[in-house]
């Protein structure tokens, strides 16, 4: 095992990837739409369940974290650095591995007419939907309004803390739970 960077391109992950250990924490929806080669997914809002094992897969080698692109893999890297876990980002996420032209694979019996939106995209679409719909609702019932006020102000919280509640609810909907794999399962095979 080597010194783990805190980031890795992903002609540099790629070049490496035999020798690390690849975390997708993206909800199982997006993991099953594409991910990298012998990529485990363990979902963010469950990576607290997941730091015995990981702990465990970094004495062996490297853990490279991934996600759609990057921000929510960075978050993930910050948590296992106070639990003293060390991990690399892959800059970019997965949308930079598919634009540097590299293999993505897909579970057996993934829906690939119909892949998961990633989680940045459902985001938008659910606040922007909830603006509109307090805007418009607030024409015939002004306290409607206080939807769309609640909702900037939940975008604005989520810039400054770069948390996001919107996502770890959508992460919880049956959509972006579709195929999950036995969380266990992977969880003892990180193990191993």
Same mark, same amino acid.
């Given at each position: 095992?080597?010194?783990?960077?805190?980031?890795?391109?992903?002609?540099? %992950?790629?070049? !490496?990837?035999?020798?690390?250990?690849?975390?997708?924490?993206?909800?199982?929806?997006?993991?099953?739409?594409?991910?990298?080669?012998?990529?485990?997914?363990?979902?963010?809002? *469950?990576?607290?369940?997941?730091?015995?094992?990981?702990?465990?897969? @970094?004495?062996?080698?490297?853990?490279?974290?991934?996600?759609? &692109?990057?921000?929510? &893999?960075?978050?993930?890297?910050?948590?296992?650095?106070?639990?003293?876990?060390?991990?690399?980002?892959?800059? =970019?996420?997965?949308?930079?591995?598919?634009?540097?032209?590299?293999?993505? !694979?897909?579970?057996?019996? %993934?829906?690939?007419?119909?892949?998961?939106?990633?989680?940045? *995209?459902?985001?938008?679409?659910?606040?922007?939907?909830?603006?509109?719909?307090?805007?418009?609702?607030?024409? *015939?019932?002004? %306290?409607? !309004?206080?939807?769309?006020?609640?909702?900037?102000?939940?975008?604005?919280?989520?810039?400054?803390?770069?948390?996001? =509640?919107?996502?770890?609810?959508?992460?919880?909907?049956?959509?972006?739970? @579709?195929?999950?794999?036995?969380? &266990?399962?992977?969880?003892?095979?990180? !193990?191993?």
């Amino acid at each position: 095992m080597t010194t783990t960077p805190t980031a890795l391109t992903p002609d540099e %992950a790629g070049a !490496r990837l035999d020798e690390l250990t690849v975390i997708d924490v993206r909800t199982p929806g997006e993991y099953a739409s594409g991910h990298l080669p012998g990529a485990h997914n363990v979902p963010l809002d *469950r990576l607290g369940e997941a730091v015995p094992a990981l702990r465990s897969a @970094a004495a062996r080698a490297d853990l490279l974290m991934v996600c759609a &692109s990057g921000n929510r &893999s960075a978050q993930a890297c910050a948590a296992l650095a106070e639990e003293g876990i060390p991990a690399a980002n892959l800059t =970019g996420g997965t949308s930079g591995w598919v634009q540097h032209g590299l293999e993505v !694979r897909r579970p057996a019996g %993934a829906d690939v007419a119909r892949p998961a939106w990633a989680m940045e *995209r459902q985001v938008r679409l659910a606040a922007g939907s909830l603006v509109l719909t307090g805007l418009l609702a607030g024409r *015939r019932w002004p %306290a409607a !309004r206080l939807l769309s006020a609640g909702i900037a102000g939940g975008l604005v919280f989520s810039a400054l803390t770069d948390t996001c =509640g919107m996502a770890r609810v959508l992460a919880k909907l049956p959509y972006n739970r @579709a195929g999950a794999p036995d969380l &266990s399962a992977t969880l003892a095979a990180l !193990r191993d």
